[in-house]
């Protein structure tokens, strides 16, 4: 039995006990205490908490008197514009996921021989220890695969013998193997999930010599193990796109977070996995796919700006879809002219979406990014420029490859692996200080305390 415990609570005492939580229970925002929701200040920028070296957020300049001003977004890995390292991948034929991982890692671009090395190590790591994939994640399949990962993650622990080490040395260490086994672990979560979930045959591939980080997730995640050069290239574009994005994103400040109060590696990722799991970080370009599928369910016509423009606006203003009001895949909380990703993605992703029979989703998908900025203009009164995110085309990517939607946040996941792991290296070697946050107490105060007998 999949579900043993989901009756243990009858439909009348979780009424009664949330009755009793909503009577009791409410916080009306306070303006006059000047409090940061969500860590963000009065201009939506985020609030500075810390300083770091490893990824830079351009999205905007500040002039004199501190007003934003818009600016075409740039992302840099240790201060390299990532359009850089797309455009040596494209002219290159090469994939540079790895190389990636080694610059944000330990600082600098490789060279040949550094980069061969760190390959083998990242290859000899890809198959799990013994055992783990029988005990660890058949035994117990899940019905979400973000979940298996951080079990699968936290299970490491109980492989290593130094896991509460926190050197350099060893966090380095544990940094490569959670960088390596985690593609691994996402295709053996998937399969046991097509077994107990879908009543669908699963398949297991060892890895294969040779193989990039992109390579491997096809080939161990295809019954066939065939893939294109083209598909494989595109994979590795989305994962080095997904590589890092600054401290200050979500899943990367849980890491920080948990690694400031000492605990150990295997714990921050695991937590930053499941902080990336929540459909207003990583699951956005799920979302963005379902909203994709209702528009050409409803007959959304792609080549026409008066359609796409009026069902636009009947989810922002919830008469359609999830009635949330939200449109997914517009808007960010630091770019504004552009991101960079989503300008990537669009580009190297148009020839595959022709190729693979996608023109209308692609099509669909241009046009809501040309014409959401305008939406929000009417329905919203919005003067802020708005532009499309990385959750815009990156769900569609995924999708032309063949990959299972179950598995579009875990493959966020395994780009941002790395970058969690140098971001966690850098605040137990230079922060030294648990992260504490302050929330203002705004309940009531001198209530009296009854005796039961007496409420």
Same mark, same amino acid.
């Given at each position: 039995?999949? +579900?043993?415990?989901?009756?243990?609570?009858?439909?009348?005492?979780?009424?009664?006990?949330?009755?009793?939580?909503?009577?009791?229970?409410?916080?009306?925002?306070?303006? *006059?205490?000047?409090? #940061?929701?969500?860590?963000?200040?009065?201009?939506?920028?985020?609030?500075?908490?810390?300083? *770091?070296?490893?990824?830079?957020?351009?999205? =905007?300049? #500040?002039?004199?008197?501190?007003?934003?001003?818009?600016?075409?977004?740039?992302?840099?890995?240790?201060?390299?514009?990532?359009?850089?390292?797309?455009?040596?991948?494209?002219?290159?034929?090469?994939?540079?996921?790895?190389?990636?991982?080694?610059?944000?890692?330990?600082?600098?671009?490789?060279?040949?021989?550094?980069?061969? @090395?760190?390959?083998? @190590?990242?290859?000899?790591?890809?198959?799990?220890?013994?055992?783990?994939?029988? *005990? @660890?994640?058949?035994?117990?399949?899940?019905?979400? %695969?973000?979940?298996?990962?951080?079990?699968?993650?936290?299970?490491? =622990?109980?492989?290593?013998?130094?896991?509460?080490?926190?050197?350099?040395?060893?966090?380095?260490?544990?940094? %490569?193997?959670?960088?390596?086994?985690?593609?691994?672990?996402?295709? =053996?979560? +998937?399969?046991?999930?097509?077994?107990?979930? #879908?009543?669908?045959?699963? =398949?297991?591939?060892?890895?294969?010599?040779?193989?990039?980080?992109?390579?491997?997730?096809?080939?161990?995640?295809?019954?066939?193990?065939?893939?294109?050069?083209?598909?494989?290239?595109?994979?590795?574009?989305?994962?080095?796109?997904?590589?890092?994005?600054?401290?200050?994103?979500?899943?990367?400040?849980?890491?920080?977070?948990?690694?400031?109060?000492?605990?150990?590696?295997?714990?921050?990722?695991?937590? $930053?996995?499941?902080?990336?799991?929540?459909?207003?970080?990583?699951?956005?370009?799920?979302?963005? @796919?379902?909203?994709?599928?209702?528009?050409?369910? $409803?007959?959304?016509?792609?080549?026409?700006?008066?359609?796409?423009?009026?069902?636009?606006?009947?989810?922002?203003?919830?008469?359609?879809?999830?009635?949330?009001?939200?449109?997914?895949?517009?808007?960010?909380?630091? +770019?504004?002219?552009?991101?960079?990703?989503?300008?990537?993605?669009?580009?190297?992703?148009?020839?595959?979406?022709?190729?693979?029979?996608?023109?209308?989703?692609?099509?669909?998908?241009?046009?809501?990014?040309?014409?959401?900025?305008?939406?929000?203009?009417?329905? #919203?009164?919005?003067?802020?420029?708005?532009?499309?995110?990385?959750?815009?085309?990156?769900?569609?990517?995924?999708?032309?490859?063949?990959?299972?939607?179950?598995?579009?946040?875990?493959?966020?996941?395994?780009?941002? $692996?790395?970058?969690?792991?140098?971001?966690?290296?850098?605040? %137990?070697?230079?922060?030294?200080?648990? %992260?504490?946050?302050?929330?203002?107490?705004?309940?009531?105060?001198?209530?009296? +305390?009854?005796?039961?007998?007496?409420?």
């Amino acid at each position: 039995m999949l +579900y043993p415990n989901t009756q243990s609570l009858t439909e009348e005492q979780l009424k009664i006990l949330c009755d009793e939580y909503r009577k009791h229970n409410c916080i009306t925002q306070n303006t *006059t205490m000047d409090v #940061k929701r969500g860590l963000r200040n009065a201009d939506g920028t985020g609030v500075l908490a810390g300083l *770091t070296n490893i990824c830079d957020v351009v999205g =905007y300049q #500040k002039d004199s008197d501190g007003n934003i001003i818009p600016a075409d977004g740039h992302l840099l890995y240790r201060g390299i514009d990532l359009y850089d390292i797309v455009n040596e991948a494209v002219n290159s034929g090469r994939f540079l996921f790895e190389e990636v991982e080694w610059l944000l890692l330990l600082g600098t671009l490789p060279t040949k021989e550094e980069l061969q @090395m760190f390959q083998t @190590m990242l290859e000899n790591h890809h198959e799990l220890p013994d055992g783990f994939a029988e *005990t @660890m994640i058949m035994s117990a399949p899940s019905p979400n %695969i973000m979940n298996k990962m951080a079990r699968s993650v936290l299970a490491m =622990y109980a492989y290593d013998k130094k896991a509460e080490d926190n050197s350099l040395e060893n966090v380095l260490r544990q940094s %490569i193997n959670v960088i390596a086994e985690m593609p691994t672990m996402m295709v =053996y979560a +998937y399969q046991i999930y097509r077994h107990a979930f #879908k009543h669908q045959s699963m =398949y297991f591939h060892y890895p294969k010599a040779g193989h990039s980080t992109a390579e491997h997730i096809l080939a161990t995640y295809r019954e066939d193990q065939n893939f294109t050069h083209e598909e494989a290239k595109l994979l590795d574009l989305c994962l080095i796109c997904h590589g890092d994005h600054g401290g200050g994103n979500n899943s990367t400040f849980t890491d920080r977070v948990v690694s400031s109060t000492g605990s150990d590696t295997y714990s921050a990722i695991a937590s $930053a996995i499941l902080s990336l799991k929540g459909p207003r970080h990583g699951g956005a370009n799920l979302k963005v @796919m379902e909203q994709l599928d209702n528009m050409i369910q $409803a007959g959304v016509n792609p080549q026409s700006d008066a359609s796409v423009y009026e069902a636009l606006k009947q989810i922002l203003t919830k008469q359609s879809r999830d009635r949330s009001g939200l449109v997914y895949g517009i808007g960010h909380a630091v +770019y504004t002219k552009s991101d960079p990703r989503a300008q990537i993605l669009k580009t190297y992703s148009y020839d595959l979406s022709r190729i693979k029979g996608f023109e209308k989703e692609y099509d669909l998908l241009c046009m809501i990014e040309k014409l959401a900025p305008e939406v929000f203009k009417e329905v #919203k009164g919005t003067t802020k420029n708005i532009c499309a995110n990385v959750d815009l085309f990156s769900g569609l990517i995924y999708r032309m490859l063949g990959i299972d939607e179950v598995l579009f946040t875990p493959i966020f996941a395994i780009a941002r $692996a790395g970058g969690w792991c140098a971001h966690r290296m850098e605040e %137990i070697e230079f922060n030294n200080r648990i %992260i504490r946050p302050a929330y203002a107490y705004c309940g009531e105060r001198g209530k009296t +305390y009854f005796p039961l007998d007496e409420r």
